[in-house]
């Protein structure tokens, strides 16, 4: 149906369904053409260059190009899944270990926050919980913008941190994990069944961040889920805090999406696991399994699933992770 057709708007929620295909049709076609112009441009290059009308150089410049755009229109191949498009639900949660694990759990959020940055998605911190001392001990981050989970998906997996740590007076190499999750962040053309008999709510005080301005109303909100859990084939239970906002409501409607958004995730393991055709191998992918080393002395980040690796550590920390999300997708991406 064409967006200029009467009524194409009268129903919003279908309209809106419709223009995201509309932009979804395009960016392969634009990619196409990008791809297309680029071979052009390489083969005028190549032919001038035999003529001698242009330099080595020049004929290297546009292979180059031709390369990246190609690996481009690749990547979004590997990006193809419905789910793929949306945001994210970034969950950081620091393992045993103390002070020095709740420290890596918040320098994995930076990492992750200046990631986001660079690639211009809008980030929320929906629930932070501090550390005792220094660092946190768990923060739940939305991420909303095209794509988001299809890149940040290849993040789910424990990150162990090796180094010598600031909080061991001995100067010893430590060893810390923490996990990250991510799932789909929902949006209203996904419809998700809530059982309201299921569903139920506690209320608190929130603080802002360090304790400051305690608010005197109890605008943070825990909302309990029980429901019987397809994947496990058990009764389970949800629990989720927000202290987004000091608005009550704004917060029940912000949990109450990103309950939405783990009850997808779930349905698409039970999709998964009833497509899972598992080749000969391939290296399987778990939720809890570890991913990848940060060795600080060593300046060395190795991905583990990829063999994917870097010595600038620090590049890494301050948020350049897309050539591991692009090893990862171009191995696993396709699969399932």
Same mark, same amino acid.
């Given at each position: ?145 095209? %794509? ?179 090893? %990862? ?8």
């Amino acid at each position: 149906m064409h967006t200029q057709a009467p009524g194409f708007w009268d129903d919003q929620k279908s309209a809106e369904k419709q223009m995201k295909k509309i932009k979804d049709l395009k960016r392969w076609v634009d990619g196409y053409k990008e791809v297309k112009a680029a071979a052009d441009e390489l083969q005028l290059s190549f032919d001038f260059f035999k003529e001698e009308a242009v330099s080595e150089a020049e004929v290297d410049a546009a292979y180059d190009h031709a390369i990246s755009v190609i690996e481009k229109l690749e990547l979004q191949n590997m990006l193809r899944k419905e789910e793929d498009k949306m945001g994210a639900v970034l969950k950081i949660v620091a393992g045993a270990g103390g002070t020095e694990a709740q420290d890596w759990g918040d320098m994995l959020m930076r990492m992750y926050l200046r990631w986001c940055e660079a690639k211009g998605y809008k980030t929320e911190i929906a629930n932070l919980l501090e550390g005792d001392e220094a660092g946190i001990k768990s923060v739940t981050i939305k991420v909303e913008g095209d %794509y988001a989970y299809g890149y940040l998906k290849s993040e789910n997996g424990v990150h162990r941190l090796v180094r010598v740590s600031p909080f061991n007076a001995q100067g010893k190499r430590m060893t810390s994990f923490t996990s990250v999750f991510v799932v789909p962040l929902v949006d209203d053309s996904i419809e998700i069944e809530i059982n309201p008999a299921g569903l139920s709510w506690d209320t608190f005080r929130s603080s802002g961040a360090g304790g400051q301005n305690v608010n005197k109303v109890e605008s943070g909100v825990r909302l309990h889920y029980k429901f019987h859990n397809v994947l496990t084939d058990q009764d389970d239970e949800i629990v989720i805090e927000n202290t987004e906002t000091r608005d009550q409501p704004k917060n029940k409607e912000n949990a109450l999406r990103l309950l939405k958004s783990q009850l997808y995730e779930i349905e698409l393991e039970k999709r998964r696991a009833e497509t899972a055709k598992i080749e000969a191998g391939k290296k399987k992918i778990e939720w809890g399994s570890q991913i990848r080393s940060y060795v600080f002395d060593d300046r060395r980040v190795k991905d583990h699933r990829t063999d994917y690796q870097t010595s600038n550590v620090q590049a890494v920390m301050d948020g350049d992770l897309d050539d591991f999300i692009k090893a %990862y997708l171009m191995e696993f991406g396709g699969a399932d």
